[in-house]
C-alpha cells in the first residue's frame, strides 16, 4: 500500500506542445523542450497537446554522450535545486527554461557529484512520455 502511495506521488513534468507527426503509437511533439516523442491516444499532426514526464523516467548523466540507449528524449539541462528525501532526491533542472524534475537516489546523486549549477544530461522513454489532449489552451 505504501508502495502504490509514493508511486501516486511521484512529481511530473508537464509542458504544453503541438503534434507535429505521429508513428504508430509514439507522436513526435514540438514543445518548449524542443522535439518530444511519447505514447499518445489517437492524436494527428496540428493537434495541441499535454506532454506529462514522470520523474521517475527520467535518468541523468554528467554528458550527453553517443552511446547507444532505448531513451528516445535527450536533452541538456543544468541543476537548478536539490531536495533530499531520506534515501531518494528530487533533482530540478533547467531544459530550455523548462523546470523538468528527476527522482535519483543518494548514490547516483553522489556518484554524480550532483551541485547546483551544474550541467547533466538528462534522457526519458518515449514509452514513460504520455502525450495527451490540451484541455485548457489559454
Same mark, same amino acid.
Given at each position: 500500500e505504501s508502495v502504490l502511495a509514493t508511486a501516486a506521488n511521484v512529481p511530473e513534468t508537464v509542458v504544453r506542445g503541438t503534434v507535429t507527426e505521429t508513428h504508430g503509437e509514439l507522436a513526435a511533439v514540438d514543445t518548449p523542450l524542443g522535439t @518530444?516523442? *511519447?505514447?499518445?491516444?489517437?492524436?494527428?499532426?496540428?493537434?495541441?497537446?499535454?506532454?506529462?514526464?514522470g520523474a521517475d523516467a527520467v535518468t541523468l548523466y554528467d554528458d550527453v554522450g553517443t552511446e547507444a540507449t532505448s531513451a528516445r528524449n535527450r536533452r541538456q539541462g543544468t541543476v537548478t535545486a536539490i531536495d533530499a528525501g531520506e534515501t531518494v532526491l528530487t533533482v530540478t533542472l533547467a531544459v530550455e527554461g523548462v523546470p523538468v524534475q528527476?527522482? @535519483?537516489? *543518494?548514490?547516483?546523486?553522489?556518484?554524480?557529484?550532483?551541485?547546483?549549477g551544474q550541467d547533466v544530461a538528462l534522457t526519458w522513454k518515449a514509452t514513460?512520455?504520455?502525450?495527451t489532449r490540451e484541455t485548457d489552451r489559454t
Open positions: @518530444v516523442q *511519447g505514447v499518445h491516444d489517437d492524436r494527428v499532426a496540428g493537434d495541441p497537446v499535454q506532454v506529462r514526464i528527476a527522482l @535519483v537516489t *543518494g548514490e547516483s546523486a553522489s556518484l554524480l557529484d550532483l551541485a547546483e514513460a512520455t504520455r502525450v
